[in-house]
């Protein structure tokens, strides 16, 4: 569920002549049964709206005064959101003849044609207050004060993203508020202006347009309007230099993507760039992280060290926060225990989501790994939108997991074997043609749209740092680690990152030393486990050339300190 609230103007929205019909009622209720919320935000002063609508119990917040007032119907709290009206303002406009003429807890409103007294007042006294309009009436409010404003403050007690929200209104008080949420829809009967600025207009007017909306959230969450809502796309790839066509966008709560490509491909600097748009777009993200590569991410906060694994009530406590992200690090997790960890935190997430709609986007690394079938049983497939799954083995993911996903996006070498496979799950055509990427490109296709797409990479704005807290403090796999064992196999000490390959290595005799440099070992190990290819080619001229031993030792640590932040 990416829509939880529903936030509604009342007056020519949900009413009619002051008042909300049965029909009207009864689909709030519905909705309210659904799971989801419903702030009501109106111009009317609270004793006014309790005279014409008594099922104040029907909303969880009431934005009343056009803004400048918050109320709790459960608790019947009320929170002034502006100071209330000088009193010399108030005695300005009755000895000027303004009437009709009402007060609330800080609105001041009349009718036009009041608006120039009520302007000359303002100049008058030297006051900070603006007039809003709506449909011949003038009210008056403190500066900064708007529908929006009072709609922000309704969410935030709530916890609850904007993206997360469809507005509907009808007038010009309505832009504001409407400007603020992730859907903003018009009634039918809404002035012109409102509905060209909505991305929905429904087809009934005031409150039959209203239960139309509310049907359609319950039946479809409204899955159908974003793909033409500019609110919720982030953009994915861009076309080439060459490339006369379109970007491609999607909808991160909506999507379920696939990224393959063999290890050093890009898959890494992809995935930066696409959660910083993200972040950029006003949502919240969650990336689980086996292998240490997204610990620098810009706006997320990272939970977990090499040291110390991450607390699934860490997480929880980050994403609970509405303008928190969330990188999960894995390193300080044993392989082995790594699904079940996932398999403990996958749960959770969705509850979090069922609740607030979020995180928007969930990032799953290593996920032929970290996902195994057993786990993905346990996912229901309306769980698996919202999230892009990275492998260098496709064929290891589950089949469901596979079906669940609309696009897939390759880099590296022989993408077009990646897109095969993913094509014969899907009972897609099989892309003939290969195509050879080089770096900063991809390959894409989705179900909608079958026909592969070479496209360029989007990186992020952020100066990533791969691997660096990975390989220079953690612990790598033991299949991963290098192993200084000398002529006859004499020794076995074991470098689990390059902290302790450095040490080792300084350590070790000179025979030892100079066996694995003569056969090219340290390149190899820096190829295969650390996958930094300008290292290894510098380890590898290091390697060949004829330097003392002592200056080839402070050569290669001076290598690795170039790229990699060690620790004194």
């Known amino acids: 569920m990416h829509y939880v609230v529903l936030a509604t103007d009342y007056d020519g929205t949900l009413a009619a002549d002051s008042r909300v019909d049965a029909a009207t009622v009864s689909a709030l209720e519905d909705l309210r049964q659904g799971g989801r919320r419903i702030i009501l935000v109106t111009g009317r002063e609270l004793d006014d709206l309790k005279r014409v609508m008594p099922r104040l119990d029907l909303f969880d917040r009431i934005v009343a005064e056009n803004g400048a007032l918050l109320f709790q119907p459960a608790t019947g709290e009320e929170r002034c959101l502006a100071d209330p009206p000088p009193p010399r303002f108030v005695a300005r406009l009755n000895e000027m003849g303004v009437a009709p003429l009402s007060v609330g807890r800080v609105i001041v409103a009349t009718w036009e044609p009041n608006e120039g007294k009520v302007l000359e007042a303002i100049k008058d006294l030297g006051l900070e207050l603006h007039i809003v309009f709506n449909k011949g009436a003038v009210m008056v409010l403190p500066a900064g004060v708007s529908k929006e404003s009072g709609l922000r403050a309704a969410l935030e007690e709530l916890n609850i993203a904007r993206l997360n929200s469809v507005g509907v209104g009808d007038a010009e008080n309505d832009f504001a508020f409407l400007d603020l949420c992730g859907l903003p829809v018009a009634v039918a009967n809404a002035i012109p202006s409102l509905r060209e600025h909505a991305v929905l207009v429904t087809e009934g007017e005031r409150g039959a347009g209203v239960v139309e909306l509310a049907r359609r959230m319950l039946a479809t969450d409204l899955a159908e309007c974003d793909a033409g809502n500019p609110r919720q796309q982030v953009a994915l790839a861009a076309p080439l230099p060459d490339d006369p066509s379109d970007a491609i966008t999607f909808a991160p709560p909506r999507a379920c993507m696939l990224l393959v490509g063999v290890s050093g491909g890009g898959k890494s600097t992809l995935t930066l760039g696409l959660v910083e748009r993200v972040a950029d777009a006003g949502m919240q993200f969650c990336v689980i992280d086996p292998e240490g590569d997204y610990a620098e ?160 990479v989007i990186p992020g ?48 005799d000179r025979e030892t030393w100079e066996f694995h440099r003569g056969r090219g070992d340290y390149s190899r190990w820096i190829g295969l486990a650390i996958k930094d290819r ?35």
């Not at 969705?350 to 993905?376: K, S």
């Open 297 to 456: 991410v810009q706006g997320a906060i990272c939970i977990g060290t090499a040291q110390e694994p991450p607390r699934v009530e860490a997480v929880l406590d980050v994403l609970g926060k509405t303008d928190t992200s969330a990188v999960v690090n894995l390193l300080g997790v044993q392989l082995h225990d790594r699904p079940a960890f996932l398999a403990e935190l996958l749960p959770e997430l969705m509850m979090l989501r069922r609740r607030v709609g979020r995180p928007h986007f969930i990032v799953v690394d290593e996920a032929h790994h970290m996902l195994p079938a057993t786990t993905a049983g346990e996912i229901a497939d309306s769980d698996l939108a919202g999230m892009m799954f990275i492998t260098t083995r496709p064929g290891a993911l589950a089949e469901r997991v596979l079906r669940a996903v609309d696009r897939i996006i390759a880099v590296g070498d022989a993408p077009e074997e990646s897109l095969r496979h993913f094509c014969e799950v899907r009972e897609l055509p099989i892309p003939a043609d290969s195509v050879e990427l080089v770096k900063g490109e991809m390959l894409t296709l989705s179900v909608d749209a079958p026909a592969p797409r070479h496209m360029r």
């Open 461 to 508: 704005k952020g100066q990533q740092r791969r691997h660096i807290r990975k390989y220079a403090e953690g612990a790598l796999h033991e299949d991963k680690c290098f192993y200084f064992r000398g002529p006859g196999a004499r020794l076995n000490l074991r470098a689990q990152n390059l902290i302790s390959f450095i040490q080792i290595g300084e350590g070790v």
């Open 534 to 568: 300008e290292l290894t080619r510098e380890i590898e001229q290091l390697e060949r050339s004829d330097q003392p031993t002592d200056e080839a030792r402070r050569a290669l640590r001076a290598a690795i300190e170039a790229r990699y932040t060690l620790p004194s």
